[in-house]
């Protein structure tokens, strides 16, 4: 007999429930493990002091410096870079970057009208120049120079200048200063007695001088235009005191340094304006000289200057000398071979102690001043005071 659809129906649902129930009894299979999701990355730095990008500025720069190693060399004129000094600052310059510097030497004077030459046929054959910054005003007045900050790193460095770097040019800086400089009689102590050591200007109108002072030349240097102009504005000197001066046989030389020269041997036993900048070579090497400090005054300025020169022939050869040359390492080399005090904190001053100087009154020298000793250099005021 046939089962009934009902009765099979019964069993397979019986059946399906046993299922059910030993499936649920049965223990449960551990979930396969999953792969967590990595965790999120977060951005690298490096800190800048460890790895500097350039700046526009650097890149610039680092152009500059291509492009006049590719030029080779410049030529400057040069009233300060002399003999071993010179020498000196050349080979510094070129152990650095493999650029000749060539150093033609004469008086700041010749360079003006040389350079107005030049200038004028087309022909520029300096690329810089240094010397006396009443000269290099008269280049800049007649157009001869150029602004030298110009992307130029060691002009952005802070807290290094003894003094004002620009201090002769502050508004169009065309000229800067090399050395901080002091203006003051020198003797030769061999010469002059302790006793007979000039103490304040007066001092050297007194009868035991006469024909025993030795001045540049005030018709081929500014220099003496240039020192006597701020005493006078402090009235430590008036125009009486400088006939009187010329009254005592003055001996006019051609230039500073044939004035050291001059005072070294003794042929002239005082400089009436040593400056330290050309005279402390002279007492490093053992002249028996030594700068005096006036009571009344000395005059403190900054220089020598130096500049680039309007279409220079190789203008980036020259901006790359002039970063250089005020640089920590062109001030070392320049102070230790010339004996000139640094214009920079951070070099050594390497002067002897005969022509150091701590001014019990130091007078500066302000661009005004500097302006109208040029004038009076123009008009040959001192000539004409002297009656030559």
């Given at each position: 007999?046939?089962?009934s659809?009902?009765?099979v ?9 046993i ?7 049965a223990?449960?299979?551990?979930p396969?493990?999953?792969t ?7 951005p690298?730095s ?5 790895l ?6 650097e ?10 190693k ?6 400057m004129y040069?009233?300060?870079?002399v003999?071993?000094?010179?020498v ?5 310059f ?9 150093i033609?030497?004469g008086?700041?004077?010749e360079?003006v ?6 200038k004028r046929?087309?022909k520029?054959?300096?690329?810089a120049?240094d010397?006396s910054?009443l000269h290099?005003?008269n280049?800049?007045?007649?157009g ?15 807290g290094?200048?003894a003094?004002?770097v620009?201090?002769m040019?502050?508004?169009d ?6 050395s ?5 009689p020198?003797?030769n102590?061999k010469q ?9 200007w007066r ?15 005030p018709?081929?240097s500014?220099?003496p235009?240039q ?10 000197v008036?125009?009486e ?5 010329y ?9 500073l340094?044939d ?11 005082i400089?009436v304006?040593g ?13 028996p ?5 006036m ?5 403190q300025?900054?220089?020598?200057v130096?500049?680039?020169i ?10 790359l000398f002039?970063n250089?040359f ?5 001030q ?7 004996g ?5 904190r ?6 002897p ?11 500066l ?10 004038q009076?250099?123009?008009d ?9």
């Amino acid at each position: 007999m046939r089962p009934s659809m009902v009765g099979v129906s019964r069993t397979l649902l019986g059946s399906l429930l046993i299922l059910g129930v030993l499936s649920a009894c049965a223990p449960k299979a551990a979930p396969a493990p999953s792969t967590p999701a990595p965790p999120a990355r977060l951005p690298v730095s490096t800190p800048t002091s460890n790895l500097p990008l350039p700046t526009s500025q650097e890149a610039a720069w680092a152009k500059v410096v291509e492009a006049a190693k590719k030029e080779g060399g410049l030529t400057m004129y040069s009233f300060n870079l002399v003999g071993d000094v010179g020498v000196a600052v050349s080979r510094g310059f070129k152990e650095r970057y493999g650029i000749s510097l060539d150093i033609i030497t004469g008086r700041g004077a010749e360079f003006v009208e040389r350079l107005k030459t030049e200038k004028r046929m087309g022909k520029v054959v300096a690329d810089a120049a240094d010397g006396s910054s009443l000269h290099l005003m008269n280049m800049k007045a007649e157009g001869l120079t150029i602004s030298v900050v110009d992307q130029s790193p060691v002009f952005s460095e802070q807290g290094v200048w003894a003094a004002n770097v620009f201090s002769m040019d502050p508004k169009d800086k065309h000229l800067a200063g090399l050395s901080l400089n002091y203006w003051s009689p020198w003797i030769n102590t061999k010469q002059v007695t302790a006793a007979d050591v000039p103490q304040v200007w007066r001092d050297l109108l007194k009868p035991q001088f006469k024909g025993k002072m030795v001045l540049t030349d005030p018709t081929t240097s500014g220099g003496p235009q240039q020192f006597f102009v701020p005493l006078m504005r402090e009235r430590v000197v008036d125009e009486e005191y400088l006939r009187a001066l010329y009254k005592q046989d003055l001996l006019l030389s051609a230039s500073l340094p044939d004035e050291g020269r001059l005072l070294a041997r003794g042929e002239r036993p005082i400089s009436v304006r040593g400056s330290i900048a050309t005279l402390a070579k002279f007492a490093a090497e053992g002249a028996p000289i030594k700068a005096i400090d006036m009571r009344d005054g000395v005059v403190q300025l900054v220089s020598p200057v130096t500049a680039i020169i309007a279409g220079a022939p190789h203008p980036n050869a020259a901006r790359l000398f002039m970063n250089w040359f005020l640089s920590k390492e062109g001030q070392a080399v320049y102070t230790k071979a010339s004996g000139a005090p640094p214009i920079r904190r951070d070099v050594a001053d390497p002067s002897p102690e005969a022509a150091r100087l701590t001014p019990q009154k130091a007078v500066l020298q302000t661009l005004e001043d500097n302006d109208k000793a040029n004038q009076y250099f123009k008009d040959r005021w001192l000539d004409k005071l002297w009656g030559r």
